[in-house]
Structure formats: C-alpha cells, structure tokens
C-alpha cells in the first residue's frame, strides 16, 4: 500500500530553533513538523514534513482562520517570535529548544502569551517515534504525560488542561492580555527516570541572555551585519556541542527535484566545507567554535589518512549506511526518503584540499596546540603523493562514472601549497621536496589537460566541453590570479552557460557527464555566492554587490537559506536551513567589506 500523497508547503515558510545538539523545523501556521532527538541524526519524533500529520507534529494555532501571523526571531537568539493578530486580541507564541544540561534530557518549550484582549487558542500533539512509524505507549502520571517506544521517551508539561484522544495530545484555552501559558516537550532515555522538570520561564531567559551574549562576540563590521550576524547563529544553531561537528542541514530528503530523487541525507558533517567553515568562524571573531571545528576535522579523521571520506557522523562515525523509509510519502511527493547517505563510500579527492587547508588556516589564525596536528597532516598530504592520479567523484558526489575533475584536482593542488606553507612559514619538518615537486606536477597537468584553449575556459573534467561553478574558487585558491586570462575566460563562460535569472547553477545535469541521476535541481546558492567572490577578485565590485544583495532578497523572512534556488518557481530547494549556503554568504560580505582575501583567509605569496 502506497503511502497517503503529502500536502506540504514551501521550503521558505519554515523556520529553525535548535539546541546545538538537535533542532526542529516549525511552518509559520505554528505546527511543528519536524523534530530529531537527542541528536540532529536522530530518529524524528515528528516527520509531518516528510509525509501528513499522522506521521507526528505539534500544532498550536489561534481557532480564528483568519488571524494575522508575523514572525521573527528575537534579536540576537534562536527563539522564534510568532505574533497572533485576531479580531479580538493579539498574543505571542515563543519558541526555543534550551540548551542541554546533559545527554539526558532535551527540551523544547513553546510559551504563549497574552498581549491585547484575547486570543482562543488550539493545540493538537501527535508523537509518533523513529521516524513517523511508531505510535508510542502513554500514560498519564505526576502531572504530566509520558510516552515511551523503544529507548526513547517524551514527558510532556503543560500549564494549561490535555487530553488524549484518537492517539494524539489536545487542548483549547484562551489567553488574555498579561496572561502565560507554557508548556515543555523533554526527551530522556526510556530506561531512565528524568529529573524534575525546568522552569520554562527561567529557560527562556537564559537562552535569551545567552544568546545575545554569544552574538556580541561578532567582529563583521560592515554594511550586510544583521544577515551575516543571522547566519552566524544559523550555523551555531547547526553545531553539534559535545563534538564541534557542524551538520551540513539539520533535515533529510527535502528535494533538489519536487516530486523527483534527488534527496539526500544532510544530517552529518562534511570535510568539504572545512577551510570555509574555519574562515568564516575566525574571521567572525569565533575563535572557541573554530577550535572546535578543528578538533573535530582532526578526531574524525585520525587513523585513516589514506581513506578519507567526504562526510562523518556528529561524532565521527564512518559509517553511515544509506536506506529508504517508503512508508513516508516524501517532502512534496518526492520519494524516496533517505536516511543515511552512500556517498560516504566515494572517492572525492577535494577532501584533501579542505582538510590540509583548514589546518594551516588554523595555524595562521592562532589557534592553540597545533603541533599536535601537525604529524596527522603530514601523513595525509604524504598520502595524496599517490592518491591524486586517480579519478574521483568530485564535490558533487557524482552518481555516474567517476572522471579527473578538474576543481579536485585543484584542491589536491592547494592541499600541497597549503602543507608547504605550513613547513616553511613555521620551520616544521616534512618531505618539502616532494610535496612542491608534486604540486608543481598538478599545477602543469591541470593547465595542459584541464584547459580548453579554444573557449579559453578551464573543464568540468579533463576532457570535457562544459564548465563547473566551481571554477570560480580558481582565484580564492591561490590557482591563478583573477586578472589571469584563463580564469577571466573561466568566469566567462560560466556566466555564459550557468548563470540563469541571477543564480548559478553547479553544472548542466544532463548530457554526456550525466551525474547518474534523473530529473534536474536549483542553482546552488554557495555557487552564486561564489561568483560574488570571483568578481569581487576581479574587482567587478558594483556587479559584486547588485548580486549579493539579489541573492539576500531569496532567503526567507527570517534570513534563512536553504542549498538551492529555483528563480523560476521563485522558491527554495533542497535541505534547509543550508550551512554551505550560510557559510558562503558570511564570506562573501567579509570579501565585500574588508576587501580581497583568499581560503587562507590573506593575501599570500607562493613558497
């Protein structure tokens, strides 16, 4: 029997709270359709997202159908704002996950509060476990109600009157002006006994205050600080605390495609966002996250230098097994869902780039004790003398054959250049010899078998006839310099075959180097950000700046970006909120205010 056809709504009405160990996804109607406990990763506790109500969500809403609905996040927090507009009154509905004491217990707390006359609320509740799947055993006990499947638990507490029926959670109450309701969802492992519950009043002060504390840290001093300021705490609320890990999406199987395949698990932490992740957390002035980040790259990684892969679980978990949930219906009927993901298997040689790149940038930034990295980054850039004759995957995780593409070997270009650096500029040992003899081998292979001469352009692939965007970082690499004739023609032709109503699409999908999938997708967002910093390098920076601001007008209301764009729709695809799309933005308006940098973070002259 085929799962019930799911009605959904666009990616852009959501919003994210989140605890920096899990978070939930909340449509401004103030239904919450998706939440993973105790961990991002972690199987939903509500999956309506991904199929109808009954696979488990939370709505609180006024019973008025014609309320007027705004919403913000309050400044310098994750706690989302919704203010509730009726004929008879206006009330407010604050939401926020706190963050954890311990691995025991999680919280998420939604207060409602008066503000003018009165407001009739409703509120229905329907847990549903592992994924949308289980109906969970409940009781009713010491004031509260529990539900228990497997090993996971909920205590549900409420200020206001509940009562089960047909499997769900309800109740009805009006909220007058000056007037608070609470109530508070907490997770705990089901073989445990939780501690008493927390104030929830209490929680949202600390969380405010906490919030805004860690804002204040920001050093962006330029004309875009509110958005960069949002994206920042976007990408904390993305952190996972206890590691340093940083998910790449706190979601699963929003599709590239509606109604398509091209869904993916983004619920894990990428290497190929490492040197931008380090750059934009340092240049931010978040030192203690960066060091996190590094600490994290360098535990996930440890052990196999000669197998790195392109992703790891929160803890740096390598195997991270890809399945489908077909009793899910999928985001906007796209099927199938997956939990896990299979390229995890891939060869993406860009890794090594990311990696090595990172770890000098950290260096360069001054972040503590990295001689104790130091021997783990030789043995990799050791490594890569042999790995980087092969083909690979690239950074888009190719479903189709595996080919020389043209940006992985750059970054195996800029893994040595980096690593050279980090001997010279720091007087630490390693084969220098070898390492700048290879570099040197790449830098005249990709010339002469990665260049097209007649369209003067740099390939997606040695041999190809298309481009890739992500040519465009040729410059932030240190490759070539922007004013170079083959980048400017490289940049060209980009624009020529990729950039579509003001975004940047990754590459042509179909066609000879078919990526293995069907259907299309968006542009992605990180690309056109990208083609900012090509033009910024360029020092096109009029283009620079009409672009960026386009591209800010296409996040939601509440400046969150999600990893594609289509212009034609006019709505956002893929997982969301997008870490790659917001680390991308803060880049680029550092670039925009402070001027030309490139992924070390300086300008930087060869060794």
């Not at 499947?149 to 007058?176: C, H, K, M, Q, Y």
């Not at 705990?188 to 204040?216: C, M, V």
């Not at 579509?500 to 990754?506: G, L």
């Amino acid at each position: 029997m085929s799962p019930t056809p799911t009605i959904t709504h666009p990616i852009e009405d959501y919003a994210m709270i989140g605890s920096t160990h899990s978070a939930a996804l909340i449509h401004r109607n103030g239904t919450i359709e998706w939440l993973c406990m105790p961990r991002f990763d972690s199987e939903a506790i509500f999956a309506s997202l991904l199929g109808t109500s009954e696979n488990g969500e939370w709505a609180v809403r006024a019973t008025d159908p014609a309320a007027h609905i705004t919403r913000r996040y309050v400044p310098d927090t994750m706690i989302l704002e919704t203010t509730i507009q009726t004929v008879s009154g206006r009330a407010v509905v604050l939401d926020f996950m706190p963050t954890p004491v311990d691995g025991d217990l999680h919280e998420l707390v939604r207060i409602i509060r008066g503000v003018e006359g009165q407001v009739d609320f409703s509120a229905e509740l329907r847990l549903r476990f592992n994924y949308g799947a289980w109906i969970p055993w409940v009781e009713r006990r010491e004031g509260a109600i529990f539900a228990f499947a497997g090993p996971d638990a909920i205590r549900l507490s409420s200020s206001v009157d509940l009562s089960n029926t047909n499997f769900s959670t309800t109740s009805e109450f009006t909220i007058v002006a000056g007037q608070s309701v609470a109530t508070t969802l907490e997770w705990f492992p089901s073989h445990k006994i939780p501690p008493l519950p927390r104030d929830p009043y209490a929680l949202l002060r600390h969380t405010e205050a906490q919030g805004r504390l860690w804002a204040a840290q920001c050093t962006y001093d330029g004309p875009y600080a509110e958005v960069v300021r949002r994206s920042l705490m976007t990408l904390k609320a993305l952190t996972y605390q206890p590691t340093g890990g940083i998910v790449a999406a706190p979601t699963t199987s929003l599709p590239e495609d509606p109604g398509g395949g091209r869904n993916w698990d983004y619920r894990y932490c990428w290497l190929r966002d490492a040197v931008w992740t380090l750059h934009a957390l340092t240049v931010s002035g978040y030192m203690e996250e960066a060091s996190a980040w590094r600490w994290w790259l360098m535990r996930a990684t440890a052990g196999a230098p000669d197998g790195l892969q392109v992703m790891y679980g929160l803890h740096g978990e390598r195997r991270l097994t890809e399945t489908t949930l077909d009793h899910l219906a999928g985001y906007e009927n796209s099927r199938p869902v997956r939990i896990g993901n299979a390229a995890h298997e891939q060869l993406q040689l860009d890794v090594y780039g990311s990696l090595l790149g990172a770890f000098d940038a950290a260096r360069r930034d001054g972040l503590a004790d990295m001689d104790a990295v130091w021997p783990l980054q030789r043995s990799i850039a050791d490594r890569l003398l042999v790995l980087w004759r092969q083909p690979d995957s690239s950074l888009w995780e190719v479903r189709g054959p595996k080919q020389h593409f043209v940006y992985s070997k750059m970054m195996c270009w800029f893994a040595f250049d980096r690593t050279i650096a980090s001997a010279v500029d720091f007087g630490l040992e390693g084969p220098v010899d070898a390492w700048r003899a290879a570099r040197e081998e790449i830098h005249a292979e990709i010339c002469e078998k990665g260049f097209d001469v007649a369209s003067n352009s740099f390939m997606q692939y040695y041999g190809a006839d298309r481009v890739d965007a992500s040519l465009l970082q040729i410059p932030l690499l240190g490759f070539l310099p922007a004013d170079d004739p083959r980048v400017q023609g490289t940049v060209a032709r980009i624009e020529k075959e990729l950039l579509h109503n003001n975004v940047v699409y990754r590459y042509l999908p179909e066609g000879v180097t078919a990526d293995g999938l069907e259907g299309r997708e968006g542009a992605f967002l990180a690309c056109s950000f990208w083609l900012c910093d090509a033009y910024i390098m360029s020092r096109r920076m009029e283009e620079a700046r009409i672009l960026f601001e386009r591209l800010l007008s296409y996040g939601n209301d509440l400046g969150l970006f999600a990893e594609e764009y289509d212009p034609v729709a006019r709505r956002q695809l893929g997982n969301f909120p997008q870490a790659f799309s917001h680390f991308a933005l803060v880049h680029t308006a550092h670039m925009l205010a402070g001027g030309v940098i490139d992924a070390s973070g300086q300008r930087r002259r060869r060794k």
